[in-house]
């Protein structure tokens, strides 16, 4: 009896070792190595996705200290150590010689994650990175439409991947249509309140931004100097412009056809610079006619030619033409060809005394409903809304982060950021209603008969009006 005892003794010391161990995880470091190993991260970064955190113990060169009072999965990701001084929950602690978590890891090791737009290749490293660091096996597609996709997977019920990177202004459609889940708030909880509103459905976040773009005006310094305005407007542009009609083949050009580049204009006439695509949204308004009869006035000047976007970086970059309205995702194409341009933010339309609206462009990361992995996609993205990655992704590729704290730094970095963000204060988001979509899809069909003189300003705001009463109706 006693030989069977004490083999069930050193079973369960054996359990107890091997239950300990699959709820601890453990970094202990030595002063040679805290610099190295750590530099200044967040803590979530640097161990392994836990499903939950109970406790951390520091042992610093005076004491131990256990943690457990606020100590959740929900704030991991903003307790940071910079070399050997570990922050949480705004405290400060010197001199870390080692660090003890206590909580839950995720066995979980697949993942499927879908991406798209600029900075794929750079996107693809961060993931793998993370992915090669905990063991997780990561299956990265490049995908150039993943909302109808997500659709047609939905539809036909086939496993879906478990995180997407998709436009912002999709998000109504997909939690419409039942594709995607919602987030736990606390995955955006460093996200400014203006930037993350836009994502709420029926009082639940369904998208956590990952990075936006801003609308913004493109010169060649070498065929027109904008540096002398101050402040610039559109009769400014207009009249280098005209200068330059013998000059270059096209002086002044965007894609005038596009509403995402009427709104700027629309939102310019409109008193102190609003509108309202939540409630009493009309085309039948003096705003709208003022933009489209401006637009359609700019499409008869001989300096002007709208362009679709990738026949305006065309021309554009072989010096065609001299200025252009594009956006933040331009910067690096044009720093990989390495030509001379510059940029500035919108301009004032002095016909209204207004500053056009720049639209901002984001992309968000969403979790398809059926997802098999859910809980790894929850860390995946606290890992990539983290301060460091969010810094190192954004600067490379001049994206604008939703991070207030990153944002502060990035417009510090550079005089491109500098510019792109002096006035943020009036970037606008898409709008991502239902009545807006209607409303985008009408006027886009119809400014195409104003710019072939197929109807008036006037005509199209009537009959834009009517159609989209009629469309709202059914």
């Known amino acids: 009896m006693v030989p069977r005892f004490k083999k069930i003794i050193l079973i369960a010391i054996l359990l107890l070792f091997s239950i300990s161990n699959l709820f601890s995880v453990a970094i202990l470091l030595n002063d040679s190595k805290i610099d190295e190993f750590f530099g200044s991260d967040s803590l979530i970064n640097i161990y392994p996705p836990l499903i939950d955190l109970w406790q951390i113990e520091v042992t610093t060169e005076d004491n131990t200290l256990i943690l457990k009072d606020n100590i959740n999965i929900e704030k991991f990701d903003d307790f940071t150590i910079t070399n050997n001084v570990l922050n949480i929950n705004i405290q400060n602690f010197k001199s870390v010689k080692s660090i003890n978590i206590q909580g839950e890891k995720l066995v979980d090791k697949n993942l499927e994650v879908w991406i798209g737009w600029e900075g794929t290749d750079e996107l693809k490293t961060i993931i793998y990175d993370w992915g090669n660091k905990n063991d997780i096996t990561i299956n990265i597609i490049n ?17 879906p ?6 436009a912002g202004t999709d998000i109504i459609n ?3 249509d039942d594709v995607i889940q919602p987030l736990p708030s606390y995955l955006l909880k460093n996200i400014v309140d203006n ?11 369904y998208a ?7 609308q913004l005006l493109f010169y060649n310094p070498n065929l027109v100097d904008l540096n002398k305005y101050n402040p610039l407007t559109f009769e400014n542009i207009e009249y280098e412009a005209n200068q330059l009609i013998d000059t270059v083949e096209i002086p002044l050009s965007w894609n005038s056809y596009s509403m995402y580049w009427l709104l700027p204009f629309i939102y310019s006439y409109n008193k102190d610079n609003k509108i309202n695509f939540h409630t009493n949204l009309s085309i039948d308004n003096l705003p709208t006619l ?4 401006y637009i359609k006035q700019l499409n008869d000047k001989p300096y002007f030619k709208p362009l679709e976007k990738n026949a305006m970086l065309s021309y554009f970059i072989n010096g065609k033409t001299a200025i252009i309205l594009s956006a933040s995702y331009s910067i690096p194409y044009f720093n990989k060809l390495d030509i001379d341009y510059d940029i500035k933010a919108f301009p004032l339309n002095n016909y209204s005394n207004q500053y056009l609206k720049p639209l901002t462009d984001t992309k968000v990361f969403v979790i398809p409903k059926s997802s098999h992995h859910t809980i790894l996609a929850y860390r995946l993205i606290q890992y990539l809304q983290s301060y460091e990655i969010q ?11 939703p991070n207030e704290k990153v944002l502060l730094d990035l417009e510090k970095s550079n005089k ?4 792109i963000l002096s006035t943020k204060e009036n970037f606008e988001t898409i709008p991502q209603t239902e009545d807006y979509q209607i409303y985008k899809n009408i006027l886009w069909k119809l400014l195409r008969f104003v710019f072939t003189n197929q109807l008036t300003p006037q005509q199209v705001i009537e009959k834009g009006e009517q159609l989209f009463i009629n469309n709202k109706e059914n």
């Open 143 to 159: 995908s150039t439409n993943s909302t109808s996709k997500l659709k047609t997977i939905n539809k036909s019920r086939t496993t």
């Open 161 to 166: 991947p478990d995180l997407v990177l998709v």
């Open 174 to 176: 997909l939690q419409k």
């Open 195 to 205: 930037n993350k509103s836009q994502f709420i459905v029926n009082n639940q976040y």
């Open 208 to 214: 956590m931004p990952f990075y936006y773009d801003v």
């Open 290 to 293: 003022k933009a489209i009869t």
């Open 391 to 401: 810094k190192q992704f954004c600067k490379a590729l001049y994206k604008i982060s």
């Open 416 to 419: 491109f950021y500098k510019t």
